[in-house]
């Protein structure tokens, strides 16, 4: 018993999150808005960490730190997902547990309520790593998750949103074929949400859950649900997970790019993440990353100018930031 709770003790357990990286700007994020996302951030860690401190896997600490972002209107990703072209919310997740390599996804679903739930149902209760569509949703609904009309997602702001796009594409595209790509200004408002999280077994876990691009087409699918890109995690190296322009992040193959420069070429981690951001400015995108060791060591990067984010560990005091400059554990400065 006594070792027990020696060992306990010894152990960290640490939770980091991310509500979405973009142009955050300070003058037009209101008080009482500043104070919605601080405390949905917190709201979020701290349902994490209630299950890291009870012992529980870091698995199911993403899980339950995502639900809370899911289920808040104010990110990009679950209940507050942006709207395709096409006026529909199309919802995509991942998520990797760092001690087998296994993995789940989901793309292009419209009535999964937690889209983060049925990609630990694909790596879990299935054979395969990524179902996407109508077949994605069947299969929610074989595990039991909770299946929602399409109008559940419906916002009165991101409708605000897709039509300010639309208006924008017409003006500036008017003579072009439809644009495969979102014009730029269009990616300043993201919202995608991330978990990266140590538990007391020295386990690493990851996931991320968002609802795209406003006014994607084409089915268009981001970094988000794709393992490698948005989402990676390896006991042996270190637990990731990106927001940001998709397309980028999945050229670079930015999650797996951070861990392997950590595994291999023994990178610290706020190192590893900042070249991968570099490689993605280099082809121009931006974003951010949160990345997580073994140790308890982490990192929260981007070259936005915020990215909603927080932190949590054994003393169970949730932090929560908006702007200034990425942030890295005392350990890993
Ligand atoms: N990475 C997401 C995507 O491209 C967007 C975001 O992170 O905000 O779908």
């Known amino acids: 018993m006594v070792t027990s709770l020696l060992m306990a003790d010894a152990s960290p357990i640490r939770l980091v999150i991310h509500g979405g990286a973009g142009t955050i700007i300070r003058s037009k994020l209101t008080t009482e808005r500043k104070q919605a996302y601080t405390e949905a951030l917190a709201q979020s860690l701290i349902a994490g960490y209630a299950i890291l401190a009870a012992g529980g896997s870091s698995i199911d600490a993403v899980i339950a730190a995502i639900v809370v972002m899911e289920d808040s209107p104010l ?11 096409a006026g529909h919310n199309e919802l995509e997740a991942s998520i990797m547990d760092g001690s087998t390599l296994m993995a789940g996804a989901v793309a292009a679903v419209t009535t999964i309520r937690n889209p983060i739930r049925a990609a630990h149902a694909v790596m879990t209760k299935s054979t395969h790593v990524m179902l996407m569509g109508e077949g994605a949703e069947t299969f929610a609904a074989e595990q039991g998750l909770e299946i929602v009309d399409p109008s559940y997602f419906y916002t009165q702001y991101r409708w605000d949103q897709l039509q300010k796009a639309i208006a924008k594409e017409r003006v500036l595209r008017d003579h072009d074929a439809a644009p495969v790509t979102p014009l730029p200004g269009e990616n300043e408002k993201r919202g995608t949400v991330g978990a990266v999280a140590l538990d007391c077994y020295g386990n690493l876990a990851a996931g991320t859950s968002t609802g795209g691009l406003t006014n994607k087409r ?5 970094d988000s649900s794709i393992i490698g890109a948005g989402t990676y995690a390896d006991n ?23 861990a392997a420069q950590v595994r291999l070429q023994h990178k610290p981690i706020a190192e ?9 400015a280099a082809i121009g995108g931006d974003g951010g990353l949160i990345v997580l060791d ?7 990067c981007f070259n936005t100018t915020g990215m909603y984010r927080g932190v949590i560990g054994n003393d169970g005091v949730a932090r929560v930031s908006i702007f200034s400059e990425a942030e890295t554990s005392a350990s890993e400065k």
Do not use: D, P, Q, W
């Open 75 to 85: 990110f990009n990703a679950g209940k507050g997902s942006v709207f395709s072209h």
């Open 218 to 222: 084409f089915g268009r699918v981001g």
């Open 236 to 258: 042996h190296s270190v637990a990731v997970s990106a927001t940001g322009t998709g397309e980028m992040f999945i050229r670079a193959a930015a999650a797996f790019n951070t």
């Open 272 to 280: 590893a993440a900042n070249n991968v951001l570099a490689e993605i």
């Open 294 to 300: 073994g140790k308890g060591n982490y990192a929260m």
